[in-house]
């Protein structure tokens, strides 16, 4: 707990809420899932040029069916076993 604690916090800037937005928008329309929480985290790791590494295979989409400008910043690193 410690370690998760000492990590930094990341900034959110003033178009954060519509760029979440139009993130989870553009996926939706595409036809794939993504929930509200998820479309928020990916959004200020793509704001902050930050790579996101998880489990959840849920985030694949994020990358595959946004603007490429997302997919081209976006760098996850989906680890399932």
Not at 16 to 22: C, D, I, K, P, Q
Not at 37 to 44: G, M, N, S, T
Request: overall charge negative; glycine content about 2%; proline content about 5%.
């Amino acid at each position: 707990m410690a370690f998760v604690l000492s990590l930094p916090l990341l900034p959110v800037d003033d178009d954060y809420w519509r760029h979440t937005g139009e993130l989870r928008r553009s996926v939706l329309e595409a036809g794939f899932k993504a929930k509200l929480a998820d479309a928020l985290i990916a959004q200020v790791c793509i704001d902050n040029d930050v790579p996101l590494i998880t489990y959840d295979a849920d985030f694949r989409h994020f990358t595959r069916w946004s603007e490429a400008r997302v997919a081209a910043r976006f760098c996850i690193q989906t680890m399932i076993p």
